[in-house]
């Protein structure tokens, strides 16, 4: 007796141990995610992380967060940082969550292991009553941020607007963050239509955090400065990198005029202090959407594939006869920044594949948020994602991932019952054994079943392969004023494992962005989630998130998505045009041959051409003609499986309109409008851009390249 009171004395005890380890724990731990609780599903997502602590010495330990991906992967994120006793600190992650992700799980361990803090946090609530921590904004919604002021009817915009698009209306969503807690690196903007920096101080931007938001416009963001009281130096990286320069402020007297053209119609006359811009570089890379007298009041620059707005005044200095109607002075601007324009022209061109416009909400009409056909436990997915289904249909296009003929089934089945029925009876009839039927039987089927799984193995059976396709674009240099262009890389990969391992991966770059990616169905289900995922691990530091290794199941294969700048491009191109006639020269920098490729100008006119060697130039000299290369249809779903090849196979061709990649594909459509020419080159059977740590892997690489040029009149 005395025993076994000891013993529970003992456990209870060590259960009193455990619970108040966890609740006295030294960590004070904060983590919220999105922007204001807002993000896209299966896209990159700001998530800020608080730690204080009561520590009396430094503490060097890894942050762990696990969330939900997708339909098919976890991504568990770690970070390992160093915490000062006293100093709090703050950690900024960036992560892809799926629609309807139910909770992540966040835990903090020290250099040897154990476990010090951990703690599961909720995000998505089933009940129909409660709201979610998280709200998922879909392709038909636009998510803006805003750091700075919120100042002239700002902070109630997004209640008097709304997104329109050719399907359906959606709500437009405004979300603030202070200063400090904005991302450190590009991929935390990726989920915004667009960001605004009003007049912030430019004191509390790190150079870090100035740089990613610099290296977003550059991949295709959109960012809106709202100049006020703060100088913002020149060589900051938003404005070093910008086709302008901004000269010292003066008063301009703003007649009602000048006042109607920017939407504000009170009839009454405004004097501002405005900064002065000066503009530099190829005239397609700016326009002045309003001036007065030669200065220009709102600007729109080209910054590689991204666009930056500039209001050159503080529109909280107006009087209140102006701020009567402040939205729609910012739907002038943010259409100017969202939407795609003609150079010269009021008439805007969207974008393909996102044929939106920001408009004020019509009383009459029924509101946005009860428009939307998806519902509380349904999301659509996006262009993007249908985008990589188009991918992952090539890339799964292997011999040994195609399902098996239907005759080899049948044929066994044959030989099955034949052997069961008259051969093993007359065989026992013949032996007098009939009373052992039911052990032959039973036999036959068993070896049978071994038979079938060693012939699918076999069937199955092969090397380890690596399946990519890359995607190379670049700017040329008059865009940033610099000698060399903007050029961004997305690269698609599938690998196939005949044998359940975890495969490392070599030839890795610091700044690159990688995800897993898996096929996604028309529409995302609250109540449809896997629950037997893969759990893919990497390591989120110094910007970049690099797997440590990928597990990779017997006869599947784990698809990959890996984003980052490039330093140059693989070729480089010069145009002439003389009407209908051009003369193209292509310098082939790589040592791998262009195998095809062809030229773009407006209007859709194309001139193809065929191939270049490696490490050589070769001059084309031929007619522009109207050809459909690459486009999809944005007004009907169906364009999701429909992408047009023109001159490139199908499977190459959507990795256009994939993640990564189409707000490029936007950004260049909309320089070719506008003047500019692309020419878009193919590579094929190339060196892999990285490697398995397995030397009886195979390697099949295609790189297709797009770069933007600014033609020459003959």
């Known amino acids: 007796m005395f025993r076994k009171s000891l013993m529970g004395a003992v456990i209870i005890i060590l259960a009193f141990g455990v619970t108040a380890g966890a609740e006295d724990s030294p960590f004070n731990v904060d983590v919220f995610f999105g922007w204001g609780g807002c993000y896209r599903p299966v896209e990159w997502t ?43 600190l703050h950690i900024p992650l960036v992560a892809k969550l799926a629609f309807a992700a139910d909770a992540a799980d966040a835990s903090i361990t020290d250099r040897s292991g154990r476990q010090q803090w951990t ?12 709201v979610s921590a998280i709200t998922a904004v879909s392709e038909d919604e636009l998510l803006i941020g805003l750091v700075g002021r919120s100042r002239f009817g700002l902070g109630q915009l997004a209640d008097k607007v709304e997104c329109r698009s ?3 209306s959606g709500k437009v969503y405004i979300k603030d963050k202070l200063p400090r807690m904005l991302p450190w690196d590009w991929t935390g903007y990726a989920s915004l239509d667009a960001l605004i920096l009003y007049d912030p101080d430019w004191s509390e931007l790190s150079l870090g955090q100035l740089s990613a938001i610099s290296q977003w416009v550059n991949n ?109 002075f910012w739907v002038y601007v943010l259409s100017n920044l969202i939407e795609a324009q003609q150079k010269g022209s009021d008439s805007r061109r969207p974008d393909i594949a996102q044929e939106r416009s920001i408009a004020i909400i019509d009383p009459s009409e029924k509101p946005a948020d009860q428009q939307d056909s998806y519902g509380r436990y349904s999301y659509g997915i996006s262009t993007q994602l249908a985008g990589n289904n188009a991918i992952m ?78 995607v190379s674009d670049g700017v040329a240099s008059p865009t940033t004023g610099k000698s060399s262009p903007v050029v961004w890389s997305s690269v698609y990969a599938g690998m196939f494992a005949p044998a359940s391992d975890d495969y490392t991966l070599n030839g890795l770059s610091p700044q690159q962005w990688w995800s897993a990616i898996a096929p996604s169905q028309s529409q995302f289900y609250a109540y449809r989630q896997s629950i037997d995922l893969r759990n893919v691990y990497y390591s989120q530091h110094d910007g970049g998130n690099l797997p440590f290794s990928l597990p990779v199941s017997i006869w599947t294969m784990q698809c990959l998505l890996t984003e980052s700048p490039q330093t140059d491009m693989p070729f480089t191109a010069e145009l002439l045009q003389s009407g209908n006639r051009v003369k193209l020269r292509v310098a082939n920098l790589s040592p791998a041959p262009i195998k095809s490729g062809f030229v773009m100008t407006g209007e859709g006119r194309v001139m193809q051409f065929d191939s270049v060697a490696g490490s050589s130039s070769r001059e084309f000299d031929g007619s522009l003609h109207h050809e459909r290369v690459w486009s999809v249809d944005g007004r009907d779903m169906g364009y999701r499986y429909n992408l047009v090849p023109g001159g490139l196979s199908l499977g190459h061709d959507a990795a256009f309109f994939a993640q990564g990649t ?53």
């Open 46 to 88: 700001p998530i800020e992380v608080e730690i204080a602590s009561t520590l009396k010495k430094p503490f060097e330990g890894v942050l762990r967060i696990s969330a939900r991906q997708d339909e098919l992967n976890n991504m568990n994120l770690s970070h390992y940082f160093v915490l000062t006793p006293d100093v709090p």
């Open 119 to 130: 703690h599961r946090i909720e995000l998505w609530d089933y009940s129909s009553s409660a």
């Open 166 to 168: 050719d399907r359906r």
């Open 220 to 328: 295709g963001g959109r960012l809106l400065l709202v100049l006020g009281s703060h100088p913002i130096a020149a060589d900051s990286p938003l404005i070093a990198a910008l086709p302008l320069r901004i000269g010292d402020a003066k008063e301009i007297n703003l007649s009602p005029d000048h006042l109607s053209l920017m939407k504000l119609e009170s009839g009454e006359p405004q004097s501002l202090a405005c900064w002065s811009l000066e503009t530099l570089g190829e005239p397609q890379c700016c326009w002045t959407v309003n001036e007065v007298d030669g200065n220009p009041l709102v600007m729109m620059v080209r910054a590689g594939f991204g666009r930056v707005g500039i209001v050159v005044f503080d529109p909280g200095n107006m009087s209140a006869a102006h701020s009567f109607e402040s939205e729609r």
């Open 393 to 470: 249909e090539y890339l799964y296009d292997i011999a040994q991932l195609r399902p098996l003929s239907i005759w080899w089934v049948i044929l066994l089945l044959v030989i099955l019952a034949v052997l069961i029925g008259p051969v093993d009876y007359l065989v026992l009839k013949r032996l007098d054994r009939l009373p052992l039927t039911w052990l032959t039987c039973a036999g036959w089927i068993a070896l049978f079943t071994i038979g079938a799984y060693y012939g699918v193995r076999t069937l199955r059976a092969g090397d380890l392969q690596l399946r990519v396709i890359s």
């Open 662 to 714: 189409l707000q490029r594909t936007n950004a260049i459509l909309s320089y070719v409008k506008n003047g500019a020419a692309v020419v878009c080159v193919r590579y094929d059977d190339i060196p892999s851009p990285f490697s398995v740590k397995d030397p009886s892997a195979r390697y099949e690489h295609t790189q297709l390249a797009r770069l933007v040029i600014f033609p020459r009149n003959d």
